[in-house]
């Protein structure tokens, strides 16, 4: 029996359906040229013409699934209104769903509940059938959205179940070396496919779950790999202790990393195609008394929907960044910790500031976001390609615009407030704390303090909170003690967000649902992450407190003068606009900050 459905899977051809056409071209949303140029399209990508017409923006998902629940008079099914029955993932093989775009999503009794993407594929229709009888199942058919397909699709390849897969096939190897008395090395063990596999499974679910960075720790009984999702690390898999040397050495592989070398720290990057499209990886391993332990960074290098309103920035700290923008000389300076967004930021800035008219040269380690038409280089310091070095060399490429990646000493931070003072724009990066710190870190960098007036036009301050998921956030009324929490930070506010936000009725903000959260954040109630700023400007009156007697005091009651939003302000706004939470805010901003 199976050998007849291997056959049938093999010549059964792509089915198009073209009563769907023939509808969509009588509610007129195809011409009939259209809908033979998208046939083809089908066909040529070996895909469903209706996911073509979604990815093209013909139609939505969701219409296209109401139109094809009116027209195959069929229920129409979502998947967050049922809770998905993994069992029944079973009565049907990943193959046959994925091949004949079918989903089982719960069975009662006899009955088994598929989702079904295109119903005038008679031959699937026809197999499926074939293999319920077999089974002695009925079947209950349901139209879902591609959205969907793709959601129960990606639950067959659970990272678990497929590296537990790999597993089996690595110890069926191991026997075979066993019985056979081979003695088989490490660098013979990774080529082979079951590792090769594991690492691959890793990676690709890391992506899929957005994740910024990958850990694999070895303890002396395991070896635990971590994601990092929306700043916060989760455990993803456990794997056996005796893999570790395996895995490790897969990775060095790919990277280019010495394999025999485990007592030194190394670094080393490498690139892969998924989803039809290049993913980097920036790779460190790092001794520990278990044996190595390698972090991976993911690099998205995609910048193009990277707008600075969808970072986070909006009233006065956007309206001073583009004020910034526009000049035709001086420095935008950016500063956090580690992972706030930085590199972001940069890429957003770019993109604004990056036409025809204007040459573009960046010094990045590494290379986070690839921006079309910016010549972007990577700096390598093994060689002596540092941030100095190649800021010397982007001064004789003409350059209208220099981006700096981070200003980490003397010799950077002096070229750097050259280049801004000789009729460039400079966008780069400090380690502070907050934005006022900028101007002490720079004079620390023995930068001459009548330089910075005329070369800093603004020093900016992020940091990066966790959005609350908009499908399932809960709204209530603050109490008491987060009433006075926000209150305090709106008086502390200029006066026309006062007279705006006040409110003698209290305020309703919205807080993670922990008791039921949804499916769409993957029960971790926030889904993404957003900037808080704050945008400290130079003036004249800045300009007195830098040339005269520094001093935080003087900054903050200047940057109060200027209207400035501290970071901690801009949050309490997006937790009014219930984008977060003000328990996440009070985590990562504390209400002194800058105020």
Known sequence: MQSTLSALIVIMPEQIPTTLIGELIKNKILSKEDAQSLSQTAQTQNKDIGRVLVEQGIISDEDLATLKSKLYRLPLIHLEEIELDREVLKEITEDVVTFYKTAPFAKEGNILRVGIINPEDVKALEALKFIASNKGLTLEKYIISYKDFDAINRDYRTLTGEVGKALESLNDEFEKDVKSAVPTSLEEITAEAPVTKIVAVIIRHAVESRASDIHIEPFEDRVRTRFRID?????ALTLPKNLHSAVVTRIKILSDLKIDETRLAQDGRFATRLNDRKIDFRVSTFPTKNGEKVVM????PLSGSIDLPDLGLQGRSLEVLERAMTKPFGSILITGPTGSGKSTTLAGLLKR???????????????????????????????????????????????????????????????????????????STLHTNDSIGVVPRLIDMSVEKYLIPSTLNVAAAQRLLRKLCPDCKVQTQADTAEVKIIEDAINAMPSQYQKQLSNNKGYEIYKPNLENP???????????RIGIFEMMEMTPEFEQIILGNLSDTAMKAEAKRQGMITMFQDGILKVLQGTVSLEELLEVAQAGESA
């Not at 700043?231 to 455990?235: A, F, P, Q």
């Not at 960074?297 to 998205?300: A, M, N, Y």
């Open 353 to 427: 500031m990056n036409t025809d008219d204007v040459n573009i040269v960046t010094l990045e380690d590494p290379i986070e976001y690839y921006v079309p038409g910016v010549n972007q280089s990577q700096i390598h310091e093994e060689i002596g390609y540092t941030f100095a070095s190649g800021l010397r060399h982007i001064l004789r490429q003409d350059p209208d615009i220099i981006m700096v990646g981070e200003i980490r000493d003397h010799e950077t931070a002096a070229l750097a407030t050259q280049a801004a003072l000789t009729g460039h724009i400079v966008l």
């Open 297 to 300: 960074r993911i690099l998205d």
């Open 231 to 235: 700043g916060i690390l989760n455990t």
């Open 518 to 528: 949804c499916k769409k954040c993957g029960g971790k109630s926030f889904k993404g």
